[in-house]
Structures are given as C-alpha cells and as structure tokens.
C-alpha cells in the first residue's frame, strides 16, 4: 500500500521514499531500545549533509521520544513551499491524528541553527478516512541548502513532546509549481475512446465529466480548471481514490470550473479491463500529461487559471478548503 515515485526518475528528495514507508502496509523497523527509537531507513537520508550539528540530530535520525516525524513532501524548493510530514510511533504505525496539535519551526541549519526562520501552525488533512492522515504547513525558504524542522506535538491529557529532523532544500523542483504557466498537453478524452469512459480510467465509479476535456483544450479556451493526476486502480497507497472523491465532491457545487482527471501511466484495453503498460524493466510507462508537469508521485492536483497560470499545487492529499480557496483564486 505504498505511495510510489513516479517510475523512471528519482525524487528529488528522499521525502517521496519516506511516504512509501508510512503508508506501507505492515511496515516495521528494527534496532529500537527503550531510550532509542528506531529511525526506518526509507527516511535516513531526508538531508545529504554529513556534518554534526549541535543540537541537532545527524541525518537518518531523528531527535524524539515516543514518535518518528515522516517528512512526506516530494520535494522542498526555495520559496513558498507545501510542507507534508506525518508521524509514525516506535513500531513504524501510522499515529497522525486530528486530536494531537502540530507546530513546526523551520531553522536554515547553514545560517543559525538555534533560532528558527519560521515557526507555523499546521491543519490535519485525512488520506485514509480514520487510517492515516497528514499535517500540512506553508512555509516560505529564503535559500537553497540543508533546513532542520522542530516538530512540536501536544495532545489532550498528555505532556508536550518535540522532534527534529534535518531535510535539504533545493534552489528550484521538477514540479510545475505554483505562478508557473501549466504546460499545453494533449490527454485522453471519452471521444478517444468512443464515449466509454471506462476506457480511459480505472475509477470504478468514474465522473464522466472528468473526461470530456484535454489539458490543451482547457488551456485554449481560457478555462478555469482542476487537473487531478489520479489511477484508484494502480496508486497502491490506497490514496488516489479517496482524493479523487473528493475531487468529485467539491466539483458538484463548481459548475463554472472544468475539471479534469489524468491517469498518470500508460494504459490499454485487454480482456475487458484496463491494463498497465509496462516498460522494458517492467515499470509502469508514465503519459506524456505527468512527464510534462514534472511530476514526482501521484496523486497530485494541480489548480490553472484562463491565463493558464497554477493557483494550486497539492501533492497526495488536499483539504476541501484548500482545494476550494485555489479555485476561488483561479476564477
């Protein structure tokens, strides 16, 4: 049930590998002690640095008492950025919950490593209704290179506890990103397929209106739209579906808005199902949609504006008002 990379290229940053870990089902960790808990390895290399750094703990640990922080953002880029992070107990389960409050305070390790650059509040969003969930936080990074965030966490009838971890920061991503212009590309549409929509995507309860319109269309028409990259039936996270119906949701109350749902690999119709294209390697075959948006994981939605301009970025999980207050700015 992991989140994967997009085949075919690597993230970024480690953060991609690290949501795979808590998302997985059954995943474990080994080498923990009473006064240590054990750090999975899939987060380990959160930052590249090598260097001590007082009061803070190296990379591939993390400074914490009874729970791990996950750092789950694909990529973390100079500027604005959207910041996921997730937390996980001694035996790697998933504990994010919206009854324990989350602060984070961000510090620029190469310039003060005491006094932190910003310090933010954060909202839970669920990715798994009741399972597993994620808090989410706006952070501005002034500059490229090694960060370090203090995760602050209380909950009702408990002691307040903290963690740190280390993370980098590069100076641009991969990703179309928020005030960029989204890239003209043509996707499959129910006309391609002779009208059945079950040609084009694995949702098993799929909004035909997802499929009338191509990015490119969208895009010459001066369309106000959602770009939702989403595939229930291989995003084995178990992630894609319950973002895609969410999607769905706050698209019933948005007439004026196109909405557009991508399935991110290449697929064929065979013995009356969809079935993946797979590579020489036996990967999965990203569409030519989710190469030219740059994308690192799936899902990921995207929010354009009719001059074609991103007003909303969220990887894997998005709140209603997250994904409502972008649209309101695209209009």
């Not at 993230?11 to 089902?25: C, G, I, M, P």
Request: net charge negative; hydrophobic share 45%; with cysteine.
């Amino acid at each position: 049930m992991s989140l994967p990379p997009i085949h075919g290229r690597p993230a970024a940053s480690v953060a991609a590998v690290a949501l795979v870990s808590v998302l997985a089902a059954g995943a474990c960790t080994t080498g923990a002690t009473a006064d240590r808990p054990a750090v999975n390895a899939s987060m380990a290399v959160a930052s590249t640095a090598t260097d001590a750094i007082e009061g803070w703990p190296m990379p591939g640990q993390a400074a914490t008492t009874s729970f791990i922080p996950v750092l789950a953002s694909a990529e973390n880029v100079v500027g604005r950025s959207r910041f996921l992070l997730t937390l996980v107990d001694r035996a790697n389960k998933p504990i994010a919950s919206p009854d324990r409050a989350v602060s984070l305070s961000f510090f620029d390790l190469a310039k003060d490593p005491r006094s932190p650059a910003e310090t933010v509040a954060t909202d839970f969003v669920w990715a798994i209704e009741g399972e597993r969930g994620f808090y989410v936080a706006y952070v501005d990074f002034a500059e490229a290179g090694e960060w370090g965030v203090q995760v602050d966490v209380s909950k009702a009838g408990g002691a307040p506890e903290s963690a740190r971890v280390r993370f980098d920061v590069q100076a641009k991503g991969t990703t179309i990103a928020v005030g960029q212009k989204a890239p003209s590309v043509q996707t499959l549409t129910v006309s391609d397929v002779g009208g059945d929509v079950h040609r084009i995507s694995t949702d098993t309860s799929p909004d035909a209106g997802m499929y009338q319109t191509s990015v490119k269309d969208a895009l010459a028409r001066h369309e106000p739209f959602v770009l939702v990259f989403a595939t229930p039936a291989f995003c084995t996270s178990r992630v894609c579906g319950p973002t895609l119906e969410l999607v769905k949701k706050v698209k019933a109350t948005e007439p004026g808005v196109t909405f557009i749902n991508v399935e991110p690999y290449e697929l064929t119709w065979k013995d009356g199902s969809l079935q993946p294209v797979l590579d020489a390697s036996g990967q999965l075959t990203p569409v030519a949609a989710t190469d030219a948006f740059g994308l690192l994981v799936e899902p990921w939605i995207f929010v354009v504006d009719r001059d074609g301009i991103v007003r909303g970025s969220f990887e894997a999980v998005v709140s209603e008002k997250e994904l409502r207050g972008a649209i309101d700015a695209a209009k």
